[in-house]
């Protein structure tokens, strides 16, 4: 079982909807990203919080809104989707705030989102 | 910036066959790291192996193996004796100054019984 627990498994929303996507690790682990993975792709960087503060907002929409509460939870809102932003929605935790200090990035299953 | 290139987009082996997944790096850092992550269809991303630029000493884990060349700037993953719980979609990827990961597009591989 994953150590990164990732909620609601799927998601279906229309354009005009506001949700979120829920992920939670209990590693003590100081960094957690957003990624964003379409189908046949690699995952894609969207947000990296370092100590609770974003750290890294690679040029992402504004209709998606991180938000990290604590050093255990993460969320991402999510409000005026369009078709196109249907993906897989993965979050990771780590220890240091990259792959390079840390060696390691523990990945949720996954958060599946469909845009009506 | 960093750069990853898996030319196989899919891989369909028997099962016990060995396998190897080719991984091509591009980078102008002289410290990096180089990563295999594997995904199976329940979507989460399983770390592998991690490997800094300074060692270039092949590893050996189990079924695994990975072969590191800086002359050739690879990074290939061989799994001898594959089996079908192997079947996956595995990722290589590089970090360097820039500190994120850097994915390659990925291969799929599927080990048939």
């Known amino acids: 079982d994953t150590e990164v627990t990732q909620t609601p498994k799927h998601l279906v929303m229309g354009m005009t909807n506001k949700k979120s996507l829920k992920c939670e690790q209990h590693?003590?682990?100081?960094?957690m990203y957003w990624y964003k993975q379409k189908a046949k792709k690699p995952p894609e960087l969207m947000f990296v919080?370092?100590?609770?503060?974003?750290?890294i907002n690679e040029s992402v929409p504004s209709r998606f809104s991180p938000e990290c509460p604590n050093s255990s939870l993460l969320n991402l809102h999510l409000h005026a989707l369009q078709p196109e932003d249907s993906a897989l929605y993965l979050c990771?935790?780590?220890?240091?705030?990259?792959?390079?200090?840390?060696?390691?990035?523990?990945f949720g299953e996954g958060s599946r989102l469909t845009v009506l | 910036a960093q750069k990853v290139t898996q030319a196989q987009t899919e891989i369909s082996v028997v099962e016990k066959e060995d396998v190897t997944l080719d991984c091509v790096y591009e980078?102008?850092?002289?410290?990096?790291?180089l990563f295999w992550y594997k995904q199976p269809p329940s979507g989460e991303l399983v770390f592998l192996i991690r490997?800094?630029?300074?060692?270039?000493q092949n590893e050996i884990s189990g079924r695994y193996s990975w072969n590191f060349q800086k002359s050739t700037s690879s990074f290939n993953f061989t799994i001898t004796a594959s089996q079908v719980v192997d079947s996956a979609v595995y990722f290589c990827a590089s970090a360097g100054s820039a500190r994120q990961l850097t994915f390659g597009s990925g291969t799929q591989l599927t080990v048939l019984p």
């Open positions: 990771a935790s780590s220890q240091g705030q990259g792959a390079i200090d840390t060696g390691e990035l523990f």
């Open positions: 919080y370092s100590y609770e503060k974003l750290s």
């Open positions: 590693m003590g682990h100081r960094a």
């Open positions: 490997r800094n630029s300074f060692d270039e």
């Open positions: 980078t102008r850092d002289t410290t990096y790291y």
